[in-house]
Structures are given as structure tokens and as C-alpha cells.
């Protein structure tokens, strides 16, 4: 099973950037978190890596509904959505499958919620 939906984009990371954030917003998320992996690996082992970030992405009404379900669910948000560029202008977009991670859970209650976020996050992907 594949684990992240993605697409690719011909925009600038910057522009990437800001239209996922939209999207995610438009689809009731918030981010909750960024990573700039590529300055962190600069920073701590002093290499050079493409443009590469990570934001933590949540939607609270679900977190809270799949808390109420596992209490260890938690282990597993927020949702990430990672945007690498590629080349100049060519950008990847791909979020975590939500079903696909939930499947390492032994609880059946989960399968409705994950599968509800999941279609959010491919109508996010999509409209970019």
C-alpha cells in the first residue's frame, strides 16, 4: 500500500509553501509545526540537501475524535505534508496516508476517521 498522496507542482518552493498552507486551511487544518529539514542537516551534520520542509498538519475535530478513540493515537499525528523541491520550479508535494498509517493500529473505531482525513488531504493535494 502506498503511504503518502502526492503531486508535483512547476511553482517555486515559496509559492508551494503558501498554496499548501492555504489548502490545508481551506480543509479545516492548521500547522501545527515546520521543519526546514534542509537547514537542520545543514546545521547539524554540515551538508548540503535540496529545499525540503515538513509541516506538521492538524485538524483538530479529528485529532480529537481519534484521541477519544486511542489514547496512544497521538504517537501518529499531526498529519505531515512534506514539499521538496525537485529542481527549479519543480516541486513535490505529499502528505501521509492516513489510512495506510492507521493500519498499524489494532482498532477498527480508527478506519472512518482516517479515511475521512485521508479524502480531506487528497482534496488538498488536489487543488493545488
Known amino acids: 500500500m502506498k503511504y503518502y498522496i502526492s503531486k508535483k507542482l512547476n511553482i517555486s518552493f515559496d509559492q508551494a509553501v503558501i498554496k499548501v498552507t492555504e489548502s490545508l486551511k481551506n480543509e479545516g487544518f492548521g ?45 501518529m499525528l499531526p498529519c505531515n505534508v512534506i514539499i521538496q523541491e525537485l529542481a527549479k520550479d519543480e516541486i513535490e508535494v505529499a502528505a501521509v496516508d492516513p489510512v495506510a498509517s492507521m493500519m498499524a493500529i489494532d482498532n477498527s473505531s480508527l478506519e472512518n476517521i482516517a479515511t475521512e482525513v485521508k479524502e480531506k488531504l487528497k482534496r488538498v493535494i488536489s487543488s493545488l
Not at 526546514?36 to 483538530?60: M, Q, S, T, W
Open 31 to 75: 500547522v501545527l509545526s515546520e521543519i526546514n529539514l534542509h537547514e537542520k542537516l545543514k546545521e547539524k551534520l554540515n551538508v548540503d540537501f535540496r529545499r525540503y520542509k515538513i509541516l506538521g498538519a492538524c485538524n483538530p475535530s479529528f485529532a480529537y475524535k481519534a484521541l477519544q478513540s486511542e489514547d496512544k493515537v497521538g504517537t
